[in-house]
């Protein structure tokens, strides 16, 4: 590994609780493995008001992303949402992009899909008048989400599918609407055959790599298990991504980064 890496963690939530006491060292660790940019995933507006604290701090390789996180649309009131959509398109001007925002129809998450949708919906109009690169979270709902993008298209600030674990005919669609796909920790961990079958055909043009820090930690000899995902780990993630593909770990990380500057802008 280069000592001047300036590697891009393209999805990570350093604005979480889990990191309230220990952010400092976090980014210190990242930036001695070379990760020295971080993209966020907006959740609500108590969260974009931490990132925009932070980025004061960290600086402009700190690439904040306000959305509403469908997670959060499912389990908020329709007053909430409605407020939370008008803070949104207030603030979204001083973000880098427009996120996380999507649908997840998975056992945990499914709930309130009509809420999760309308607001899908809202905030991509947002996002059309703001032209913004797009942080979507999809879970167990690309037919839909594929049919609400394609009726909204095209996206020419692009945006990036995060946390992907689908087939390659699924990620073809979403090139086709501008987005990269980016992979994270699930390429470490057992099973997710149908992400591992696609990423040979995936072109390093198309990816990106993230953490979802403190989500999702790596299953990688080294990293515990039950421990908090930092964006220094972004670095294993990339490994096993090119074990797949045969491979540098330099040449995965420095595309995402070359693809994520181009992407941003930075």
Not at 45 to 56: E, G, N, S, V
Not at 229 to 250: C, D, H, R, S
Request: proline letters at 5%; a negative charge; aromatic letters at 8%.
């Amino acid at each position: 590994m280069m000592k001047s890496a300036q590697w891009i963690d393209a999805h990570c939530h350093l604005a979480s609780d889990s990191f309230l006491l220990s952010l400092p060292e976090v980014i210190r660790r990242s930036q001695l493995a070379g990760v020295t940019g971080w993209i966020q995933g907006g959740i609500d507006p108590k969260d974009w008001a931490r990132q925009q604290l932070l980025k004061t701090q960290y600086g402009p390789r700190f690439l904040t992303s306000f959305g509403l996180h469908p997670w959060w649309v499912a389990t908020a009131s329709l007053e909430m949402i409605d407020s939370a959509l008008l803070t949104l398109e207030t603030l979204l001007p001083e973000a880098a992009a427009l996120g996380e925002l999507g649908l997840d129809f998975g056992k945990t998450h499914d709930l309130n899909r009509e809420e999760q949708i309308n607001a899908f919906k809202r905030q991509l109009e947002i996002g059309k008048r703001a032209s913004k690169p797009l942080v979507l979270h999809i879970v167990k709902a690309h037919s839909e989400a594929l049919e609400i993008l394609k009726c909204f298209g095209p996206f020419p600030a692009g945006g990036i599918i995060h946390s992907f674990t689908g087939p390659y005919e699924i990620a073809e669609e979403y090139f086709k609407l501008g987005f990269f796909v980016s992979l994270g920790g699930a390429v470490t961990q057992t099973g997710y055959f149908a992400l591992k079958k696609a990423i040979p055909l995936l072109s390093l043009s198309q990816i990106v790599v993230e953490t979802d820090s403190p989500d999702q930690v790596p299953k990688v000899e080294g990293i515990d298990p039950k421990g908090v995902n930092e964006p220094q780990f972004l670095v294993a993630i990339a490994k096993a991504i090119a074990q797949i593909k045969g491979v540098t770990v330099q040449a995965v990380l420095s595309q995402s980064t070359e693809n994520l500057e181009r992407l941003f802008g930075i």
